[in-house]
């Protein structure tokens, strides 16, 4: 399991671990540093010392029977004006028997040499050392400068894991007061006391428990809604059952089963819609896909589908224009279901004899506008309740006709889906007219 105290225990440590790294190489060339200074001032010192010393003309003495000392890391050689080697302290020498004035570093199959040369009374002294001498005199110094900060690593990494803990503490008592809380308790968290890094995701929740709690609040006022509605055409129901069973001849009988059928259609209708709306809701249906949908076929569609319905109603059922170069960015069956709902609508309120027109149309306004429109010539909607019709299960007092209530609250959450406006106005014919506006965001080129 991922633990962001452990992950930032690693991290942490892995950064001093870096820096340690780098300190002790800087630790380390700053040393080397002095110590060339230093020990070249010792040899320096070293060839001085030996200005005085009186060394014979004879050929150099064999080399000595026993070892040289191998703590002595210099070497020393000795010439006289002709360039006759009167000294040499380590016969062995990998050295060059020539020497140059003054400091330098000199290549060699034992490795690298610092050697430093200068005249002295008729003499040339050389004093030579091993540059690996010098290399572990650093590495040395620089060790013993780190071994403590080394030493207290253990001691930084408990530190650490304690003060990332007690820094990661307000985020565990918001956990646990999450934890502890009821399925329906949706207020929000207490954000005074949260730390500014933790903050944006205390927001960010109570966003989601206010956008739950909008959700739930909207859900058990649907239920609700749904419970009244669907008591008094059940209630009607039992009673026009209750009819029929007590029809005394068969006329009677065949009108109470004519009521008992309308109330079931009124029924099954209602049901329907509420199916209708319960789908259309934000979320509801995780699995409709968004496509090009060329609006006028969704209003040919539309308008095949009722034509049986207008022609039994007496309505000229119809289209004044559909441009097909109207195409958006849709869910088709939920266009669909809006344009048959808007059609419904239209039919069912307009008296016979009268008219219904579908219109799709882009706007030539900057930045154009796709339009879809339906108009007829009934009574209306008068400018004061236009907002009120599109909530669920309301319907106008005056209005004879019945119905859910559910129809304009149906095409209101499609809309909504579709990032389109919704738009109730005077038709032309007098009566309403209901627009659909897709913005330029929405619309989509079909080949």
């Known amino acids: 399991m991922n633990s962001l105290r452990r992950t930032l225990l690693v991290s942490l440590l892995s950064a001093i671990a870096v820096v340690f790294a780098i300190a002790g190489y800087a630790t380390y060339r700053t040393a080397r540093g002095e110590v060339d200074e230093l020990m070249d001032y010792h040899l320096r010192q070293f060839a001085l010392s030996l200005r005085d010393q009186h060394f014979g003309q004879q050929p150099p003495p064999p080399p000595p029977m026993e070892s040289p000392e191998e703590s002595f890391d210099f070497v020393i050689q000795i010439w006289d004006a002709q360039g006759v080697r009167l000294y040499l302290s380590r016969p062995h020498s990998v050295l060059p028997a020539l020497a140059r004035f003054g400091y330098n570093t000199v290549d060699t199959t034992e490795g690298k ?24 005199m650093a590495a040395d110094a ?17 530190l650490i894991w304690y003060l990332v803990g007690r820094g990661l503490r307000p985020l565990e008592q918001l956990a646990r007061e999450v934890g502890t809380r009821r399925a329906d308790s949706l207020s929000a968290l207490p954000a005074a006391e949260v730390p500014e890094e933790a903050r944006p995701l205390v927001l960010a929740l109570n966003d989601l428990l206010h956008r739950l709690d909008q959700a739930m609040s909207a859900q058990r006022a649907f239920v609700a809604d749904a419970a009244h509605e669907l008591r008094t055409p059940l209630a009607a129901l039992q009673i026009q059952l209750q009819l029929t069973e007590r029809a005394s001849d068969d006329a009677t009988r065949q009108a109470a089963l004519g009521e008992l ?35 006028a076929d969704i209003a040919r569609q539309g308008l095949t589908d009722h034509a049986s319905l207008a022609d039994a109603r007496q309505i000229d059922l119809g289209a004044d224009t559909l441009d097909e170069a109207a195409v958006v960015q849709a ?4 266009l669909r279901t809006l344009v048959g709902n808007l059609i419904d609508n239209a039919i069912r309120y307009t008296p016979a004899g009268g008219r219904v027109d579908v219109t799709v149309f882009t706007d030539p306004t900057t930045p154009a506008s796709h339009w879809l429109c339906v108009s007829d010539n009934g009574p209306g909607i008068p400018p004061e309740e236009r907002d009120r019709v599109l909530d669920r299960f309301y319907r106008r007092a005056e209005v004879e006709q019945s119905g859910s209530g559910l129809g304009l609250a149906i095409v209101r959450s499609i809309a909504e889906r579709h990032g389109a406006s919704l738009v109730l106005d005077t ?6 007219r209901v627009g659909l506006c897709f913005p330029a965001e929405r619309q989509a080129q079909v080949s």
């Open 113 to 136: 040499w610092r050697v430093f040369s200068i005249p002295l009374q008729n003499q040339v002294i050389q004093i030579a050392q091993p540059m690996s001498v010098r290399s572990r």
């Open 142 to 158: 620089a060790l013993r400068t780190l071994i403590p900060l080394l030493v207290l690593i253990p001691l930084l990494g408990a």
């Open 261 to 295: 059928r309308a109330g079931l259609q009124r029924a099954t209708h209602l049901v329907q819609q509420l199916l209708t709306l319960a789908r259309q809701e934000p979320g509801a249906d995780a699995s409709a896909k968004f496509v090009p949908v060329v609006l």
């Open 331 to 334: 869910d088709p069956a939920a």
């Open 427 to 432: 038709s032309p014919h007098g009566g309403l």
